[in-house]
């Protein structure tokens, strides 16, 4: 079994609060989510939809299908009726003018009304959609009791009740598993990721789809010890932090695209005076406003090229909830060792999708810090920031921890003291030192996902948040058709990790990029670093997600 | 603890610049307050007066222009411990760091702001700057700058700053002891200090500051607001210098417990994982 429900309606109406509802109450029943969310940037009107997958087995991916309709309004039946099954239904209130065979026209608002408040509406619509899949309402219940006061809640599930009335049950079907889930999307496992690593400052300017790490952060702050900072642009979140994490803190920010273009001057600053520094770059498509609130892959060469100069840098494409948490945290890990920014590059879909995981588990969650205060201790041996060694890695104290010690940190080229230089040899130096980190770095990569077949006809490369959707469009592919597909996604993307890549395209007769950008930017990174050519693409930058059916369709034209 | 605590650099000022007396003064400040070079952070930007840090042997931030202030404040906000000073020039603050200038007001973080403040640009070779007087000729300028110069004491005190004083380099006693005033004072200090620059301002030399500023003397209240405004738009044939404004206020740290109350951020323990796994919990 594998559902998929669309609720639609126009901003304001309170999609967002009854979908948490009804994917929390699938995932207390058992089942797996993959919620998506698709709203405009606006606060009131317009039209917002989220689409509340669920099924026993793991799902990765959302899907175009729909199996049911939740419309608050007339205007989401037309948008999205083409994507219904032919068995599938729509829920509405009767008042919606629209006719169709499988739409069943309810008095929610009126029931809504009865039951005391016509705010319980999305309740009601969901006490109904409960019962055509037959489903125990204690869930929702239980639910509703969690996420409002006691008044509010007994309201809810007395509308739960009366909408479970409305309609007989169209699916019969037997709960799964017992649910040791968590339900959670990309940012906020990113939050976590940044307090399990220890993070005790978190500077930034709201923007979306960033913000939302922001909010969480600022929700634990006094429970965490963080603090979190809104700065007065992206300038001065990236300084911050910046000045955060030299004084020995911790420290991040975040953004998506159009902030993060503010902060590039910046970036080279984290490079230059090898300060460690966490930076959460959440896509949108571009370019300038591009548009907010929507998702796209088309900011992976300005990430790993931006700021002028040359210096050291990691950057990380995250996957899915899962590994958001725990690349955050590795994230700071390896900004600390190698003492170098280290972008993690997520996009709205992932910020923003929730789906069902095992709890994080914390055992596998290490803080390094890699200070070096006890050689320094007894005042024998001199401190110099940017010393000079075999690894590039200089020592690093706390300013002011060791006294007679001066840590000095430069914007300008400068000596192993951070005295500023203009010396030719010096500036040499310094730079193959700093040049030198990354070396040491691409021996700690990790090599991409790999999905499907060992010796494909196809390969598919992506990168980030299309794992999801790249793994199962492969699975799809490999049962459904005669051909044998296979993919390889990157999650460390900067420096890019060759070895599997370079295994995996002589195997392959076919190798097919698959992207959320207008350019194939991966392919264009792969091309430069190790001469490998896609044979085609498959891109989509209209800032909807691409969902695994439209990978599996389009590899069936291309093939 | 003497003279000898903090070391003496070779600097790349021109001789005469208003910068070795503000060195000095900030020197004889830190050894007067019994500061160890070690507990003291000194941040800059861009320009010349941004290189202070490069001359002082306390922990020191040189930044990018315009950014000194957001590094300073968060690394007070991460160790209050240490005793952060920002030195930097008229263009690096009041120009491209302008937006920090404003909002680090409202943010009170205790840290100090020295603003070598000599009205024009000297690292660039001599472009006015955001202080720099109506008609003033340069480069860029030739027909004499068209935009008139912001007021930088009245701005901070109109903001909301807590301390704000004006002082000149050749002064070095009274600079001084306005400098020991605003490291100790708790939160943010502004002392916009006048300086010659002998390269490239031939207007506002040594001996035009000299003519016109005068010392606030015990008559000047400096808790008055009012009256502080009044006095901070001084400006022409009669200089003030002196504490124009002073308010005790409430700190960043002192709005945060965890900030207040515990030892440094820095040598905070991480959250136990017990309490992580409590917040991962929630959205089981």
């Known amino acids: 079994m594998d559902y998929n429900i669309l609720i639609g309606g126009a901003a304001g109406q309170g999609m967002e609060t009854i979908t948490s509802i009804i994917e929390k109450a699938l995932k207390r029943a058992g089942f797996e989510i993959f919620t998506i969310r698709d709203y405009m940037s606006r606060v009131r009107g317009g039209h917002n939809f ?60 009126e029931t809504a009304k009865e039951t005391g408040n016509v705010r319980v509406f999305g309740s009601v619509a969901a006490g109904a959609l409960f019962k055509l899949f037959n489903i125990d309402i204690s869930f929702l219940e239980e639910v509703l009791k969690e996420t409002f006061r006691e008044e509010i809640a007994s309201l809810n599930i007395e509308a739960v009740k009366r909408g479970y009335a409305l309609v007989d049950s169209l699916y019969s079907i037997s709960l799964p598993k017992k649910d040791e889930n968590i339900l959670i999307n990309g940012n906020d496992a990113i939050a976590l990721g940044i307090i399990a690593a220890g993070c005790k400052f978190y500077s930034a300017y709201p923007m979306t789809p960033s913000t939302s790490i922001m909010n969480y952060l600022a929700g634990k702050m006094h429970e965490a010890g963080i603090v979190v900072e809104q700065a007065e642009d992206e300038i001065a979140a990236i300084n911050m932090a910046i000045g955060a994490s030299y004084a020995g803190v911790r420290a991040m920010t975040g953004t998506s695209g159009g902030g993060f273009s503010l902060m590039v001057e910046a970036l080279g600053l984290a490079g230059m005076q090898e300060i460690p520094l966490v930076i959460a770059e959440i896509q949108r498509p571009g370019p300038a406003t591009g548009l907010p609130t929507r998702t796209e892959q088309s900011d992976l060469k300005f990430v790993i090229s931006a700021s002028h100069g040359e210096f050291p840098r990691m950057v990380i494409a995250l996957k899915n ?38 709890p994080f588990d914390l055992s596998k969650v290490e803080i390094k810090r890699y200070f070096n205060h006890k050689d320094y201790m007894d005042g024998k041996k001199e401190f110099k920031t940017y010393e000079i060694n075999k690894s590039g890695i200089s020592p ?28 030719a040899e010096v500036r040499k130096n310094m730079c193959e030192k700093r040049l030198r980190k990354m070396e040491l ?119 | 603890m003497d003279k000898c605590t903090y070391k003496t650099f070779e600097t790349a000022w021109c001789p005469g610049c208003g910068d070795f007396n503000i060195l000095e003064a900030l020197k004889n400040a830190l050894i007067s307050l019994k500061k160890k070079p070690h507990e003291v952070l000194v941040v800059g930007g861009i320009g010349q007066a941004a290189k202070t840090a490069q001359y002082i042997n306390t922990n020191g931030f040189c930044g990018l222009h315009g950014r000194a202030i957001p590094p300073a404040a968060a690394a007070k906000i991460a160790n209050k411990n240490l005793t952060v000073i920002i030195n930097t020039g008229d263009g690096d603050t009041y120009g491209e760091g302008g937006n920090h200038f404003i909002h680090n007001i409202r943010r009170n973080v205790d840290i100090t702001h020295f603003v070598h403040n000599n009205q024009i640009y000297g690292l660039t070779k001599g472009q006015a700057s955001p202080t720099t007087d109506l008609g003033h000729r340069t480069a860029v300028q030739p027909e004499g700058s068209i935009n008139f110069p912001i007021n930088p004491v009245l701005t901070a005190i109109s903001l909301g700053a807590g301390f704000v004083a004006r002082a000149f380099s050749g002064e070095l006693e009274h600079l001084t002891s306005i400098m020991e005033e605003a490291i100790k004072y708790r939160g943010y200090a502004l002392v916009d200090i006048l300086q010659p620059c002998v390269s490239f301002n031939k207007i506002n030399t040594f001996s035009w500051y000299s003519k016109r500023v005068y010392k606030l003397d015990d008559s000047y209240d400096c808790t008055d607001k009012l ?30 417990d965890f900030l207040k109350n515990k030892e440094p951020l820095v040598y905070q323990e991480p959250v136990s994982k017990e309490k992580i796994n409590d917040m991962i919990r929630e959205f089981a």
């Open chain 1, 396 to 423: 690093r104290i706390i300013p002011g921890k060791i006294e007679g010690t001066r840590v000095l940190a430069d914007s300008d080229e400068h000596d192993e003291y951070g005295l500023i230089t203009e010396s």
């Open chain 1, 50 to 109: 989220t689409q509340i997958r669920f099924s026993e087995e793991k799902i990765t991916s959302h899907r175009d299908k729909l199996s049911g309709i939740i419309a608050f309004n007339a205007k989401t039946i037309s948008y999205h009726i083409k994507r219904l099954e032919n068995h599938g239904f729509i829920i509405s209130d009767e008042s919606v003018k629209f006719e169709d065979a499988r739409l069943k026209k309810l008095p929610l608002m």
């Open chain 2, 227 to 256: 009256k502080a405004m009044e006095k901070a738009m001084e400006w022409g044939d009669k200089i003030p210098i002196g504490i124009i404004f002073k308010k005790e206020m409430e700190t960043y740290h002192d709005k945060v």
């Open chain 1, 321 to 358: 909830p899962e590994d958001s948490f725990y690349q955050t945290v590795r994230a700071f890990n390896i900004a600390d060792k190698y003492r170098i920014p280290v972008v993690i590059l997520g996009d709205q879909y992932l910020a923003d999708y929730t789906t069902t995981i095992k």
């Open chain 1, 441 to 559: 770095l691409k021996e700690e990569l990790i090599e991409p996902s790999f999905y499907g077949e060992d010796e494909p006809d196809v390969l598919l490369l992506g990168w980030g948040s299309l794992d999801g959707p790249m793994r199962e469009a492969v699975g799809l592919l490999n049962k459904n058709t005669g051909k044998k597909y296979a993919a390889l996604v990157f999650g460390d993307i900067w420096p890019l990790p060759v070895k599997m890549l370079n295994e995996m395209h002589k195997k392959a007769k076919t190798i097919i990029n698959v992207e959320q950008n207008a350019t194939g930017q991966l392919a264009s990174v792969i091309r430069a670093e190790t001469g490998i050519t896609c044979h085609r693409s498959i891109l989509k930058y209209d800032g909807r997600p691409i969902s695994r059916d439209e990978i599996y369709n389009k590899l069936m034209e291309v093939n």
